[in-house]
């Protein structure tokens, strides 16, 4: 236990699945536009989890009109208001940076199956 | 001069989330209540300042001339004995009395302080890292001069080093104060406050907390 964790326990959230790299996410972001706050969703595959207590992150790449799009969210983040976990993967690394090199099929991650 | 000190110690940084959902950057001072052992005037002592002691210490293990100045036997004052003797200069001492108890809460959120404490101790530090020196190249033929500082002044004329020249030398383990940080959060039930921004200083140093005596850009 880190002494400043007396302050970073306050701002952690239990609500928050555990995710990790391979996993297909729903991120539901809350957005403030012109005074309103919706909530938009962000789906697509962890490709990265890093950082550790209050300052733990994590990035969801989705591809979005044949562009790929990467976005960061800290796991503790007020502004998510839902994290949503669709299907878990099963991948050999920890980052999957391989995947911004690859297009079409190749560039999909393989579901973990429960048998497994 | 401040208005208002108080005396705490550092624990970390870490970070909590702004109104406005956004990361900010903390550190962390354990800001334990501090009592009045002095109050020091312009009559007694020629400048106003209060000795503050903070955190337990075993009465046991004094020193005969500690424990005389936390509790003398004239009965002058009777203080229980803390870690160390802080003295804290402040504009006006009126209102201050022995034994009184200095909060965290004396400080406000959104409150601007300046943070004084000693620095991290480097060492003896080359010039690259004690004064930015660029440092040398590492080809075009250069040999085992890569961190050296270079010229340090002309030849014949003047015949010397000019004082004050930049030079290698001892870094850090002086005290630094960090001016303007803003208070994000005062706890007086945990002894904490939180301040934005960075404070010099180990984890576990002993830090000076007082209300910014420069104003800031930002207002307050």
Not at chain 1, 13 to 27: L, M, N, T, Y
Not at chain 2, 26 to 41: D, G, S, Y
Not at chain 2, 198 to 218: F, Q
């Amino acid at each position: 236990m880190k002494p400043t964790d007396i302050v970073e326990k306050q701002i952690l959230r239990a609500d928050i699945p555990q995710v990790g790299p391979g996993d297909e996410v729903k991120v539901h972001v809350r957005v403030v536009e012109s005074g309103k706050e919706r909530v938009q969703i962000f789906q697509g595959n962890v490709v990265s989890v890093y950082g550790s207590g209050a300052s733990a992150n994590y990035t969801v790449r989705k591809l979005s009109y044949g562009v790929g799009v990467e976005r960061t969210f800290p796991i503790h983040s007020p502004s998510v208001a839902k994290l949503e976990v669709v299907k878990r993967g099963d991948i050999r690394r920890a980052k999957l940076n391989y995947l911004r090199k690859r297009s079409g099929k190749s560039a999909k991650v393989r579901e973990l199956r429960e048998d497994q | 001069m401040a208005q208002k000190a108080i005396v705490g110690e550092k624990v970390g940084m870490t970070q909590v989330w702004g109104d406005d959902q956004r990361v900010v950057p903390v550190t962390v001072l354990r800001v334990e209540p501090a009592r009045i052992v002095q109050v020091k005037n312009g009559l007694t002592d020629g400048y106003s300042a209060l000795q503050v002691t903070f955190g337990q210490r075993d009465a046991k293990k004094l020193s005969r001339s500690e424990a005389g100045h936390f509790a003398p036997k004239s009965g002058a004052r009777n203080v229980a004995a803390g870690r160390r003797l802080v003295e804290l200069r402040l504009d006006s001492v009126d209102g201050f009395e022995i034994g009184q108890e200095i909060k965290v809460d004396t400080l406000a959120v959104g409150e601007r302080v300046d943070v004084t404490a000693v620095s991290r101790g480097k060492g003896f530090a080359g010039t690259m890292k004690r004064h930015n020196f660029s440092g040398q190249g590492a080809s075009h033929g250069n040999h085992k001069h890569h961190r050296s500082p270079g010229s340090i002044g002309s030849c014949t004329f003047p015949g010397r080093v000019f004082k004050g020249l930049r030079m290698p030398g001892h870094l850090g383990h002086q005290q630094v104060t960090t001016l303007n940080l803003e208070v994000v959060q005062a706890d007086p039930e945990k002894n904490l406050l939180l301040v934005k921004g960075s404070v010099p200083g180990p984890n576990g140093g002993v830090v000076i907390i007082r209300n910014a005596v420069k104003g800031s850009s930002k207002g307050k």
